[in-house]
């Protein structure tokens, strides 16, 4: 099972899909984390609403489940805008945009995730729309082909991509505002997981917060799922009372080791390690040896593992740590090729 599948919500029940919805926070003011993106994407809300204009296009950029929809329903709310969430690969036909674009009114916000994904005929069909709100839409075929001019409302466009190398310069241009979203702290992700508890009415004590904290690779969103998986094992096993000893068995359970590594991690790098003698291997035969897209390894397991030195990326291909073999308890086959990267 991929990790896009997990994360995205398709293994989810709609009810963990309501919970998850439940635990995301309203107001920048109860957003925790992101500190310096947070104040300036204040300043920008309250330089609008003090001129009465609508905001200027923003671009929010990172790994998944950092908060980019989260945030852009706060500068929604924030704004008294109305949202109308799509995401690139829904987005077909310029017909389709079309009806969404005109339907906007003044400072409501289009939120498009992935919007690397978008195709080049959606994208040229944008850069009007951004840049002076209206769309040149064609009607009829051939001989009897018009184009005609539409204004549009003063919108605000908010775009979400996992990878701000793949949208094309004109496309990026035309954000007024971007923030990279990086990875939280485990005491940021401490005060999420305490907050959400709260929320979901469990009680937790401090060392199993952080106990979850750590175990989450820097994701809010994968701290929430971790509390909740801990918290079903204290409601099922024990009393409903989460300590330290029963998150640590629950996240045991659950494939999660202690510095947050999960199955599809670990068994990455143990393909670098045993099939590749620690690497150099490309995504493409990495990707094809572990029966996985290039775009989930690339999008979903990769950011972690080189923020936090398990894997190295160099002009050949990937290549694992000392770290990751430590971890992993593994000893690395000799292999010549790797002398020269060093
Ligand atoms: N839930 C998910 N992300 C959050 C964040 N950054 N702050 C508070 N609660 C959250």
Redesign the pocket.
Known sequence: MSRERIVSGEQVTPEEDKIQLS???KKLS?????KEIRGKIEVALQAAKKRSESCEHILLYGPPG??KT?LAHIIANEMGSKLYATAGPALQRTGDLMGILTNLNDGDILFIDEIHRLSATIEEFMYPAMEDYKVDFVVDKGAFAKVINVPLKRFTLIGATTRAGMLSAPLRDRFGLYYHLDF?PPE?LK??VI??ARLLESEIDDAASETISIRSRGT??I??RLLRRVRDYADVKFDGLINEDIAIKALDAEGVDTLGLDNLDRKLLEVIIQFYKGGPVGIEALAATLNEEVDTLVDMVEPYLLKNGFVQRTKRGRMVSDKAVKHLGQILPNNSDQQSLL
Do not use: D, F, K
């Open positions: 635990l995301r926070p109860e957003y925790i984390g992101q950092l908060g989260t939280y940021e005060e999420i907050r959400s809010p969103r701290a929430n």
